[in-house]
């Protein structure tokens, strides 16, 4: 493992295999009555929030919690950054407060990259611009995994606004790593024209490609990407890439239906079918505490889950 | 009796004579005396330069000094000093300063801070627009009429074909210069680099090479149309170098820039958002690089320009989309091309000394600097050591150490800079 979660690219199959093994390990304390293990006792995490996720922020908080570390919580309103403070001076900052891992979110890509250069800890990517978020990656592997067995052949679909989604780039990095036959859904004005250099294949029309999938992976509709006139209206988008019952009904029994969160329902995905037995949205967010407490195990600390300390 | 200085047994190159031997130059006073074996130098301060070259001082069309405005980033006698540094004996020095150079005020407050500082010719540029905002025209006429050669909006395009064709036109009255930085604006707005697989893969919006290569093939139609005469500044994207050929051999009053390191980078080189590789126009594709190397050898594009452009330590070193693009260079360019492009052969030592003295001068209209190295010619020289390393790292003699070349070993040191007989660098270090 590197010291840093930056990309998913960072991150070998193998390793990929060993955090899902140890998240694996880990999923097991959430179902405690007291949900901790001292494994990371006396050191720091930060969770440095340029951008508001409420989700990403409380796992990530519950994960290090989970493992007995000191969490701080840096939001960027009400604080010196809102004052104007530099990433720089926070950095120096919170490297003098002897942070051992920082966990950044920010709207600019990249900018997990510009704070190692400051910081002696661990960086973990929670999501940069429209780069990418790997650790959903690793949640949404995960959950894959768990459901379905394997990696290896499985036919998966990413369908939206590839393009402006960082974790459309981690998820499909991830995948064809692990040997996935990924295939990006929307329309060519939010598919990178390069995108087949990933790895993947790309297609325009979601209705050829649904019957053919073991996963179908809605993303989010930025709505505020509307104005840039990369499509005609969300009303079009919605009827040409939205995930109707219609088109749940076209795809194979036991394919399932992913969404990082948070969902518009009756954008992107239908209300109801976000609600059908096969869409998965609820185990993913269960399982995004069990990745991220991996990640903060391995990257900081220990050799395997024996040595975590699994007292009840 | 004036003061003498001979520089023994340097290879002279030249491209406006196309002197290329080893030879003795000897100069006097500001002047230089004579050129050739076993010159008389009889009470000279002797120098021995064997196995060094000498060359016409280096020109810069394309620097950015920063004052008035911005004198934590580089002043004028900063941005000298790293000029003559670099060898250069005349730098243009852009006019998107604050205020900006759209009137004779502020370009007589560069020359004078220039004058005092003694290090370096500085030629500034005036706007083409008013405050640079591409609407009216700036006061072409008034700064023509004291000397100024060339006009530029640079940092971004005129944007309304209407404007810049009455600006070449009206220019033709002066037989001065308009110099464009060529970039769609509404194609490259919110682009960070090179639209391409890199920038997909970094999550950077991206600048197309069309939207240079648009802007360049208008400017070019404009230029035909009025007969004005038009400088494409650092170009970066091979289709602009094939409208550029299109457009010379059609005959429209048509030079042209590259920067080194547009010459040296490429887009690949961001993936570590390193914000000194964050410049504008964007460091592009391989082939877009080669494309600029032939053009260059082929001498479609005439000069080398650096783009010299300081910024801040707490600027620059912010995330990358809010850091400002731009990188220096005039501590670095001659070295860059004699390692990058030079040494491996690509470009004849003759011809990069053209394109970074004679043929920048030529544009800029100065006939005291490129060259000829003949007696009664201005000494407007520079001294190098072709084979020294060095590792680029600071401090710099600039103010700002914004450097896309930052720990890169480059091949060629400077020594020696003489501006009209005087050694403003002398073994490689100012001298007062």
């Known amino acids: 493992m590197n010291k840093h979660l930056l990309s998913i690219n960072d991150v070998s199959a193998e390793d990929i295999v060993r955090i899902l093994d140890v998240a694996e390990s880990f999923r097991e304390v959430g179902t405690r009555v007291i ?69 950044i979110r920010h709207s600019s890509s990249g900018a997990p990259y510009t704070l190692t250069r400051w910081v002696r800890g661990s960086v973990l990517n929670a999501g940069d611009g429209t780069h990418e978020h790997p650790t959903q990656a690793l949640l949404d592997l995960y959950t894959i995994r768990e459901k379905l067995g394997r990696f290896e052949g499985l036919r998966v679909a990413i369908c939206g606004d590839v393009l402006h989604s960082r974790v459309a780039r981690s998820l499909s990095f991830a995948l064809v790593k692990m040997g996935a036959d990924v295939t990006l859904v929307g329309p060519p004005t939010l598919i ?63 394919a399932l239906i992913m969404h990082p969160g948070p969902m518009n329902r009756g954008v992107e995905i239908d209300s109801d079918v976000a609600d059908l037995p096969q869409a998965v949205m609820e185990e993913q967010v269960t399982n995004g505490i069990a990745i991220r407490m991996s990640l903060l195990y391995l990257l900081l600390g220990g050799g395997g889950p024996e040595e975590a300390g699994h007292d009840a | ?46 120098l021995d330069c064997h196995g060094l070259v000498l060359a016409p001082g280096l020109v810069d069309l394309h620097a950015h000094l920063r004052e008035p405005g911005r004198e934590d980033a580089e002043t004028v006698e900063t941005g000298s000093r790293a000029a003559a540094a670099g060898g250069f004996t005349a730098v243009a020095a852009m006019a998107n300063t604050d ?22 010719d500085v030629f500034p540029v005036g706007a083409i627009t008013r405050g640079l905002a591409g609407e009216e025209m700036a006061a072409i006429g008034e700064m023509a009429a004291i000397g100024v050669r060339l006009f530029s909006d640079d940092g971004h395009c005129v944007p309304a074909a209407r404007v810049l064709r009455n600006a070449l036109q009206y220019a033709k009255a002066f037989d001065v210069v308009i110099a464009e930085h060529c970039e769609d604006p509404s194609l490259a707005e919110g682009g960070q680099m090179h639209e391409g697989y890199h920038s997909y893969t970094l999550g950077l919006p991206g600048k197309p090479a069309e939207s240079e290569e648009i802007i360049v093939f208008r400017d070019l139609a404009l230029a035909r149309l009025t007969g004005g005469r038009l400088h494409l500044q650092h170009l970066s994207a091979g289709g602009s170098v094939e409208l550029l050929r299109w457009a010379k051999a059609a005959g429209v009053r048509v030079t042209a820039e590259v920067t080194p390191h547009h010459l040296v980078f490429l887009d690949e080189d961001l993936v570590t958002y390193d914000t000194n590789f964050k410049v504008n126009p964007p460091l592009r594709s391989p082939g877009d690089r080669e494309a600029l190397r032939a053009a260059l050898a082929d001498g479609t594009i005439d000069a080398i320009a650096t783009d010299h452009a300081p910024h801040a330590v707490e600027d620059k070193e912010a995330e990358f989309d809010q850091a400002p693009p731009g990188t220096i260079g005039l501590e670095t360019a001659l070295a860059a091309v ?86 403003v660098v002398a073994d490689g270090k100012a001298q007062r």
């Open chain 2, 338 to 423: 004699l390692t990058h492009l030079v040494e491996p052969g690509l470009l004849s030592l003759s011809r990069a000394i053209e394109a970074l003295s004679t043929a920048p001068a030529r544009i800029l209209g100065s006939s005291e600097h490129g060259g000829p190295i003949e007696p009664g010619r201005p000494a407007n020289l520079v001294v190098f050591d072709p084979s020294a390393d060095w590792i680029v790292e600071p401090p710099f003699v600039s103010r700002s150490r914004n450097s896309a070349f930052l720990g890169r070993t480059l091949r060629g040191k400077v020594l020696h800079t003489v501006l009209r007989g005087r050694l």
């Open chain 1, 35 to 103: 949900k901790k293990v001292p494994a990371l006792r006396g050191r720091t995490v930060v969770n440095l929030f340029y951008e508001n996720s409420t989700r990403t922020r409380i796992s990530f908080e519950l994960a290090a919690k989970r493992l007995s570390a000191d969490v701080i919580n840096f939001t960027t309103s009400g604080t010196s950054v809102a004052k104007g403070e530099s990433l720089k001076d926070t950095a120096l900052t919170l490297q003098a407060m002897g942070a051992d891992a920082i966990v």
């Open chain 2, 1 to 46: 009796m004036p003061e003498r200085t001979a520089f023994i047994g340097a290879r002279v190159v030249d491209p406006v004579s196309g002197r290329d031997e080893v030879a003795d130059v000897l100069v006097e006073g500001s002047v230089v005396a004579d050129v050739g074996r076993d010159v008389s130098a009889a009470g000279a301060t002797r």
């Open chain 2, 99 to 120: 205020p900006v150079a759209d009137t004779p005020a502020v370009v007589e407050e560069v020359r004078s801070l220039a004058a005092r500082a003694g290090i370096c």
């Open chain 1, 192 to 254: 990178p024209p390069d995108a087949p250099a990933w790895g993947v294949q790309v297609s325009f029309d979601m209705d050829e490609v649904l019957p053919k999938l073991d996963v179908c992976y809605m993303l989010r509709v930025q709505r505020e990407r509307q104005r840039q006139q990369y499509v005609p209206s969300v009303r079009e988008y919605a009827r040409l890439f939205g995930l109707t019952r219609e088109r749940v009904a076209m795809l194979p029994e036991g």
